[in-house]
């Protein structure tokens, strides 16, 4: 048995076993109060006695240590503040001297003093070093390097007043430079002169060139020799802050200098003008790629890219020079390329990714200058809406396209750049294999992109053909032709890719396709045999790309798949409703006699979805038949009779289409509405203003149907059956009625509402009651208005008010009947149906 300690002991156990734990915890918190005393310190502090354990304590023994030693200054913060604040009140006071005091001294007093405390603040560093006091140091060394700026202007005011300012800054940053240069290597221990040595240096070669006001090409020769020192710096020496500075100098200098060289090597006019600042932009490559060596991984990328940019302008800029307008693209396109045969060059991954990037950005900027011809040659075609079967133009197509006054000298090289880029794409994407092997160490390079490279290929090509034909400003027919073809090709681009599940190929050659086939469609509306012919092969391409993908599917479809399949079939009835539009139009029909042919489309498609009933194709066809529908329906608003016939035609097709279980919910109503309208129309036509004989044919089809669905649903509601069709009757009726000054419609319009509400009451049916004796309360009130108002105007005008209070009074007296009276009223009506 387990052995339970009386209450008291068990308490007492509790208590020396929490007064161990606190004891404990003491201990530990101390141990941490030194073990931070000691991270903290500037030198190791001698750990305290440890202390035997506490019985029954767990973990490693701990004794409180002693107090923490704390260091005897404020710590280095304090220290660098207060240096650093001192070494720029000397720094001031020497400017001070320099720019004020100057003048009120001699010649050999002014130099004694400079020398004095330039040497001596130069000489102090190395006493303060060997001392330790390296902060000290620090702040003597940059008074020193101030000192020594002032010392080179005060030289220059004094005695060398008469030399170029350009010149000499020129000279003695150069001094300053190598002087600071030795200073930073003997003293090794400071931080500021090699960076500061660095800084100075960008300054003389460019100084001297301005100086000497040198051409551009000396101009950008001074950058890059400059940007070459700052590379080497930056290659050789290890320490952080000289590499950083010499790096920073080495890319704002070498791009300056690159930007100058392009400029010389774009405004050459002859290969000799161009040469030299080929051969810099050369050289600033070779100082990229030397750079590059030992940068980190992302400036490494950015070298390369640069280096391949730079070999792109000089060796294209070179070239370009015996050519003229825009055939200067091609070259460069060329010169792109051949960056490319650096990616297997031992250069680093880095380095070979900036080379394969450059030959990108040049391929890019080539297609963004074709990208102009392209846009005139999608848009130009929309003017042709303005000009239907104005006849084919007299010049070519430029003429056609709206175009002819564009530089087409200048963009004559369109077509060859993008069908470069897209056979170089092409051809990648067939040996993608040899080419992921080639390009292994580039990163991105995978299995994904050959999807890419081949959808921009199709793209571009696409681009290429079609911009083809207006550089050449071929004739309009042999430009239709060409974009005709283009199309069909596209279309079975689109099949093939979807059938060899290549999902990018197809949206691409989709795309590609539907600008295709507007952009001729439109082209062909300059002619009426050119419509025929370019709108029956729109038709005939449309239907068959969607019967050829409307196959039953032996695995899972892409979502392209079935959005190809329905932009095919809706173009196709699009295509053959623009031919059923022609067709009026060549028969010079007007445009409500044209109205019946595109209602043959839209019959045609309905057939079609009850042929193709099941299959995935059906229900494109049916929704872009509506479309024709709808558009036969405005043609014939200006010719009310016609307008009749084509909403009867309608309502015949939706009926028809009713006759099938699936599309009867939306078809039947579709059909009735329109029947309805139909009929509306033919009587507005032949002038019938009575609404009964709108209301009539539709309200008594609706209550029977209502009745008959009350034989089989008893349980029906009286509003879902009756509701609708006595709406229909009684409401326009009354409306009419209220205007109406005779008493015939008013008469029969009460008798009417009178039997319906009979009726309501009779077979407690809630809609015939309300709506019955709605009606009839109305019709009364308007009948009785009349006599209720001579009434009240032969009566004294104290007779209403007096009534009106009576009225109240016994409404008063009787509330609570009348409430319950209301109550029984308002259940009886819930109960009926």
């Not at 506490?54 to 004794?63: E, K």
């Not at 209602?599 to 193709?612: D, F, K, P, R």
């Not at 008010?801 to 009276?821: F, H, I, Q, S």
Request: hydrophobic fraction near 60%; aromatic fraction near 4%.
């Amino acid at each position: 048995m387990e052995h339970v300690p009386p209450p008291a002991e068990e308490l007492a156990l509790l208590d020396r076993e929490l007064a161990r734990l606190d004891l404990r915890r003491a201990q530990l918190l101390t141990r941490r109060a030194w073990l931070v005393s000691i991270l903290q310190a500037p030198r190791p502090v001698a750990a305290p006695p440890v202390a035997a354990p506490v019985a029954g304590s767990f973990g490693p023994p701990f004794a409180p240590p002693a107090a923490p030693a704390r260091p005897a200054d404020g710590g280095n913060g304090a220290q660098n503040l207060l240096l650093t604040l001192g070494g720029l009140l000397l720094t001031v006071a020497a400017i001070a001297f320099t720019l004020v005091s100057w003048g009120h001294m001699g010649i050999g007093g002014r130099s004694a003093v400079l020398a004095t405390v330039t040497a001596a603040a130069l000489a102090a560093p190395a006493l303060l070093l060997r001392r330790g006091l390296t902060s000290t140091a620090e702040s003597l060394g940059a008074l020193a390097a101030v000192l020594m700026v002032l010392d080179a202007y005060a030289l220059h005011r004094v005695a060398l007043a008469d030399t170029d300012p350009l010149g000499y800054a020129a000279v003695a940053s150069a001094v300053l430079a190598v002087v600071w240069a030795a200073y930073g290597l003997l003293l090794d221990g400071l931080r500021l002169p090699l960076p500061l040595a660095v800084l100075t240096a960008q300054l003389p070669l460019v100084l001297g060139a301005a100086a000497e006001g040198a051409a551009p090409v000396v101009f950008a020769g001074a950058l890059l020799v400059t940007a070459a020192l700052d590379c080497a710096v930056a290659v050789r020496f290890t320490g952080l802050a000289v590499r950083v500075t010499a790096g920073i100098g080495l890319w704002v200098t070498g791009g300056a200098g690159l930007l100058v060289a392009l400029g010389e090597s774009l405004d050459a006019a002859r290969p000799s003008q161009a040469v030299v600042p080929g051969a810099l932009l050369l050289a600033g490559a070779a100082i990229a790629l030397a750079g590059a060596r030992r940068a980190a991984a992302g400036f490494a990328g950015a070298a390369g890219a640069v280096a391949g940019l730079a070999a792109v302008a000089a060796v294209g800029g070179v070239l370009t020079t015996t050519l003229s307008g825009g055939w200067s693209v091609p070259v460069y396109l060329v010169c792109g390329g051949l960056v490319l045969l650096g990616v297997r060059a031992p250069l680093g991954r880095p380095v070979r990714q900036g080379l394969a990037g450059a030959a990108g950005v040049v391929a890019l900027g080539a297609v963004l200058f074709s990208a102009t011809p392209v846009a005139v040659v999608l848009v130009g075609p929309v003017a042709q809406l303005g000009r239907l079967w104005s006849g084919v133009p007299d010049g070519g197509i430029r003429e056609a396209l709206g175009a002819s006054e564009l530089p087409w000298d200048e963009m004559a090289s369109s077509p060859v750049v993008l069908l470069m880029v897209a056979v170089t794409l092409g051809a990648a994407r067939f040996r993608w294999e040899s080419v992921a092997r080639w390009a292994e160490p580039v990163r991105g390079v995978g299995a994904s992109g050959r999807g890419t490279a081949g959808a921009w290929a199709l793209v571009l090509g696409w681009a290429g053909l079609t911009v083809l034909a207006p550089a050449l400003d071929v004739s309009y027919a042999v430009a239709v032709a060409t974009q005709s073809v283009l199309v069909v090709a596209s279309a079975a681009l689109v099949v093939g890719a979807l059938r060899r599940g290549t999902a990018g190929v197809a949206v691409a050659a989709s795309v590609c396709g539907a600008f295709g086939a507007v952009g001729v469609a439109l082209l062909s509306l300059c002619s009426e045999p050119a419509t025929y012919a370019v709108f029956v092969l729109l038709t005939a391409v449309g239907a068959g790309v969607a019967t050829a993908l409307d196959g039953p599917a032996r695995e899972p479809r892409p979502p392209v798949w079935s959005g190809v399949r329905s932009a095919a079939a809706c173009a196709a009835v699009a295509g053959a409703t623009v031919l059923a539009v022609a067709g009026g139009a060549s028969l010079e029909l007007e445009a409500h006699e044209t109205a019946p042919l595109l209602l043959v489309v839209t019959a045609v498609t309905a057939v079609l979805g009850a042929v193709l009933k099941g299959r995935a194709l059906g229900l494109p066809v049916e929704a872009a038949g509506v479309p024709a529908g709808a558009a036969a329906v405005v043609m014939a608003v200006g010719d009310m009779p016609f307008l009749a016939l084509v909403l009867a035609l309608c309502g015949t097709v939706a009926a028809g289409t009713a006759l099938r279980p699936e599309r009867r919910p939306v078809a039947g109503y579709v059909a009735t509405a329109l029947f309805v309208l139909a009929s509306w129309v033919r009587l507005s036509a032949s002038g019938v203003g009575s609404p009964e004989a709108y209301t009539l044919p539709v309200s008594v089809p609706v209550l029977v149907i209502g009745w008959l669905r009350r034989r089989r649903d008893p349980a029906a509601s009286s509003w879902t059956a009756y509701g609708a069709g006595l709406a229909v009757s009684l409401v326009p009726s009354l409306l009419v009625a209220l205007g109406d000054t005779g008493w015939t419609r008013p008469l029969l319009l009460g008798v009417a509402a009178l039997v319906i509400t009979l009726l309501g009451a009779r077979l407690r049916l809630q809609a015939l009651l309300v709506l019955g004796g709605s009606v009839l309360a109305l019709d009364a009130l308007h009948e009785l208005a009349p006599y209720v108002v001579q009434v009240v105007g032969a009566m004294p005008r104290w007779v209403v008010p007096a009534l009106a209070g009576a009225v109240l009074l016994a409404v008063g007296a009787t509330y609570e009947k009348r409430l319950r009276d209301a109550r029984r009223l308002r259940d009886a009506l819930g109960r009926m149906r």
